[in-house]
T-cell receptor
C-alpha cells in the first residue's frame, strides 16, 4: 500500500518568508508525527497528533512553528518568518495509533532558507 | 531523562565482514520500546525492529540480529556477512510508554560504509 507522502520534496525560501509543509499519512493511521533532521541537532521530535488533536506543542522550536491536522488525515507544518536555522529536513511519520509504536516515515521535505 | 547514545559515529567494513552497531539508552520508565531504523542514501527512514522492555529475547531476521540487555541498557545490532547495500546511517531510538505521544528519541546515528 501507499506509504507516507510529503510535499514538496524540496523547498528553497528566502529568510522571512512563510512556508507550509504537507504530510499525507498512511491510510488508517490515526497518529501522526513531525520530526526535524539537521546536521547539528540530529533527529528531533517536534509534535504529534492523535486524530486532529495535538495535546503537546512543547517540542516545537519556537512560536513561529505551528501545525494542524484536518479530517484525521493530512497535516500541515507551517513555519512563519523563516530563519536560516530552520534549514533542515522535515520528516513526517504515522502509526496505527499511539499504542502501536512502529512509526513509518515519509521521504521528508528538505527546507533551505537563504 | 531519556537519552540514546550511539558512540560509533562511522564504521567502515569490507563486504562479508560482520559488524555490530552499539546502542546504549537511558530511561526511568519500566515500560519502554527500543527501535532500529535504517536511513539509506535515498534519505527515507526504514523501520527495522521494535523491542519492548519486557522481552529480552534476542531476535534474528536474516542477516540481522539484535541483542537486548537490560542489565547494561544496551540494544546492539549486528549485521552478519555485510553487503554493499547495507551502507546507510543506522539510528537507534527509544520510546517511553509514560511519555505522551510516544515520540521517538533518536541517537545521533552510526554511518556504516560497506565496500566491495
Amino acid at each position: 500500500g501507499a506509504g507516507v507522502s510529503q510535499s514538496p520534496s524540496n523547498k528553497v525560501t528566502e529568510k522571512g518568508k512563510d512556508v507550509e509543509l504537507r504530510c499525507d499519512p498512511i491510510s488508517g493511521h490515526t497518529a501522526l508525527y513531525w520530526y526535524r533532521q539537521s546536521l547539528g541537532q540530529g533527529l528531533e521530535f517536534l509534535i504529534y497528533f492523535q486524530g486532529n488533536s495535538a495535546p503537546d506543542k512543547s517540542g516545537l522550536p519556537s512560536d513561529r512553528f505551528s501545525a494542524e491536522r484536518t479530517g484525521g488525515s493530512v497535516s500541515t507544518l507551517t513555519i512563519q518568518r523563516t530563519q536560516q536555522e530552520d534549514s533542515a529536513v522535515y520528516l513526517c511519520a504515522s502509526s496505527r495509533g499511539l499504542d502501536t509504536y512502529e512509526q513509518y516515515f515519509g521521504p521528508g521535505t528538505r527546507l533551505t532558507v537563504t | 531523562a531519556q537519552k540514546v547514545t550511539q558512540a560509533q559515529t562511522e564504521i567502515s567494513v569490507v563486504e562479508k565482514e560482520d559488524v555490530t552497531l552499539d546502542c546504549v539508552y537511558e530511561t526511568r520508565d519500566t515500560t519502554y520500546y527500543l527501535f532500529w531504523y535504517k536511513q539509506p542514501p535515498s534519505g527515507e527512514l526504514v523501520f527495522l525492529i521494535r523491542r519492548n522492555s519486557f522481552d529480552e529475547q534476542n531476535e534474528i531476521s536474516g542477516r540481522y540480529s539484535w541483542n537486548f540487555q537490560k542489565s547494561t541498557s544496551s540494544f546492539n545490532f549486528t549485521i552478519t556477512a555485510s553487503q554493499v547495500v547495507d551502507s546507510a546511517v543506522y539510528f537507534c531510538a527509544l520510546s517511553e510508554a509514560q511519555q505522551a505521544g510516544t515520540a521517538l528519541i533518536f541517537g545521533k546515528g552510526t554511518t556504516l560504509s560497506v565496500s566491495s
